[in-house]
């Protein structure tokens, strides 16, 4: 068990407190673990919720702002593997009966499957949410996760394009992902950026990507982008780690780029980056609803994206970004070309206002709530 803190919370006279175990694999620094923290954060201030977060494997980055805070996170501490399934569901529903939770929310395969068992075994209603399209999933969680679906009360898919990515879609609903807006705007701004700017100078137009170095990213596009776009006076920071890194730093190499081009590996803050960033790019072939894209937004930046679904309801093309074709990297050099040569802060503005009025975690967290409520 990773952390017990045993006072009850959130005590209403009002309403029963609700205790809601929201499960997921770990809290290592992704999409769907930040969105696990931050509605556990925004669940601390709402009456009638207890949030209780469930690691099937043990902790990760993001247990540091879960410190500050009375939220317990449990930990099964079984390791993330098809063999382990039936010993993880067992943990798991030993957890739920020993918590008394009212509900079990999840997220990622492993967990849908472990959590739709134990809850199944402890007669608790469970909730899962889709953070990727169908065809993104490996055959293998494909099949568990069709198996067991009809043992969860509810789908919540983060955009419509991962809801309509599967053919059966009844019982679904689109919850979108969402972050933090006001802290993190407020966290970039803060930033330390001494060292990175002191790499370059201050009239360098800096493109920034976000993303884990892995084949549905195909950051080799904005590679061959920004050879095609050749202005001196620019450098493009690639901000991720992942298999195909060393390929990635070859291909930079081979175009003699690597004054222009960074490619930083994991990275423990990823707020400088976007402080000292005046575009966000992207040249992704899949997404659900990319997490980045909402902090690209919360940071003021003008994204340039591709035109896949998921990105299509974020951004708005010629109002707070530009969408291309993928797999077209002249295209993307383009309108890297119109970032680097005109003035495109009323983009990011546009973007901040579409995030902050669409994407909140406090909206989010409402929008989840009353589900929740349905559902028990």
């Not at 909140?360 to 989840?368: C, N, Q």
């Amino acid at each position: 068990m990773l952390r017990e803190i045993n006072p009850p919370l959130y005590h209403s006279p009002e309403r029963p407190v609700m205790k809601l175990g929201l499960l997921i694999n770990d809290l290592q620094n992704g999409g769907a673990e930040r969105l696990v923290t931050d509605l556990a954060l925004e669940f601390c201030q709402t009456d009638g919720i207890e949030p209780h977060i469930l690691l099937a494997h043990r902790g990760g980055d993001l247990l540091s702002s879960l410190a500050p805070t009375e939220i317990q996170v449990h930990g099964l501490d079984v390791d993330i593997s098809t063999t382990t399934i039936p010993q993880g569901a067992h943990a798991l529903s030993e957890q739920l009966e020993r918590l008394d939770i009212d509900l079990v929310h999840s997220h990622l395969s492993y967990s849908h499957v472990i959590g739709r068992f134990a809850c199944a075994r402890q007669g608790v209603p469970n909730v899962s949410t889709y953070h990727n399209v169908r065809a993104h999933k490996p055959r293998l969680k494909r099949l568990a996760e069709r198996t067991t679906r009809s043992l969860s009360d509810c789908i919540v898919c983060v955009s419509e394009g991962v809801k309509q990515s599967y053919r059966n879609r009844e019982g679904m609903v689109v919850i979108y992902n969402a972050i933090d807006t006001e802290g993190f705007r407020t966290r970039v701004e803060s930033a330390d950026t001494s060292a990175l700017l002191s790499a370059h100078s201050n009239e360098t137009t800096v493109f920034l990507n976000v993303a884990r170095c892995v084949e549905q990213k195909r950051q080799g596009d904005l590679i061959q982008a920004f050879a095609e776009f050749d202005a001196p006076d620019t450098h493009l920071y690639i901000v991720g780690d992942g298999p195909r890194k060393q390929q990635l730093e070859t291909l930079v190499s081979e175009q003699e780029l690597s004054d222009r081009i960074t490619i930083t590996g994991y990275v423990d803050r990823i707020e400088p980056y976007y402080a000292i960033a005046d575009a966000f790019v992207s040249s992704s072939s899949m997404e659900g609803l990319p997490s980045t894209h909402l902090e690209a937004k919360a940071a003021q930046l003008p994204i340039i994206s591709t035109n896949i679904p998921g990105v299509t309801e974020l951004v708005d093309h010629g109002t707070d970004g530009y969408l291309c074709a993928v797999e077209h990297p002249r295209e993307i050099a383009n309108y890297m070309r119109t970032v680097h040569t005109t003035d495109t802060g009323a983009m990011g503005r546009q973007g901040f206002e579409s995030v902050d009025n669409e994407f909140s975690i406090g909206t989010i967290a409402t929008e989840h709530a009353d589900l929740y409520r349905r559902v028990v």
